[in-house]
């Protein structure tokens, strides 16, 4: 079983500051990474994975996150918000082989002017 | 716009009603799925659906009844809920091809607000 931990329900930041969403995941296999944002009274999207390869992977809307294997985190980064980016995002987790996506209990981002 | 259509996009009921709700893709996807989005909770999978066929249900109960006749439409069967339901229900749908792969990704809809009085 697989179960992801966003350490943040909530990060109020003022624009252009940088930005880390923390993510933590738990698997006993192989697993792929993801980030969804949601906006306000719209479905989930997809801002970035990993599946295999380099560990920083780059996703839309300038975001980027990196997969760190001995500490279990896939943590969000930002280097500079906009009011634009004020969203829930959701880290979530597949083992490998198949399509079930665990979603972690997402992160309020809040930014401010 | 993703591509994945939910309606209705709000949705009232009280326990003793049968409703339903529809969830609809004209992407070419050939998976579709049923989430939970509760407040205060992770996304939770409710059911998977391959070609038609159902390949995940994680232990929902049988209140909630999926039904998907073609590759492009997927429909939750409510009846007898109970408050405690009161949630966001997300359709998503991607294309089958083994695990996730590098060009593959979940679409999701805009949900469906379902208040359970």
């Known amino acids: 079983a697989q179960s992801v931990t966003q350490l943040d329900s909530q990060v109020p930041v003022f624009e252009e500051a940088p930005v880390e969403l923390r993510c933590n995941y738990s698997s006993s296999v192989s697993v792929y990474l993801f980030w969804y944002v949601q906006y306000p009274n719209q479905g989930l999207q997809l801002l970035l994975k990993y599946l295999s390869g380099s560990t920083l992977v780059k996703g839309i809307n300038g975001f980027e996150a990196e997969f760190n294997k001995s500490q279990t985190s896939f943590h969000l980064r930002k280097p500079s918000v906009h009011i634009s980016d004020t969203a829930e995002y959701f880290c979530?987790?597949?083992?490998?082989?198949?399509?079930?996506?665990?979603f972690g209990s997402g992160t309020r981002l809040q930014v401010q002017p | 716009e993703t591509g994945v259509t939910q309606t209705p996009r709000h949705l009232v009921m009280g326990m003793t009603n049968k409703k339903s709700l529809k969830c609809e893709q004209h992407l070419g996807h050939n998976a579709m799925y049923w989430y939970k989005q509760s407040a205060k909770k992770p996304l939770e999978l409710m059911f998977v659906?391959?070609?038609?066929?159902?390949?995940e249900n994680n232990s929902v109960p049988s209140r909630f009844s999926p039904e998907c006749p073609n590759s492009s439409h997927l429909f939750l069967h409510l009846h007898t809920l109970q408050p405690e339901d009161s949630a966001l229900y997300l359709c998503a749908s991607s294309l089958l091809q083994g695990d996730f792969t590098t060009n593959e990704k979940l679409f999701f809809g805009s949900g469906t607000q379902l208040s359970v009085l």
């Open positions: 979530a987790v597949s083992p490998r082989g198949r399509r079930a996506l665990t």
């Open positions: 659906y391959n070609f038609k066929e159902q390949t």
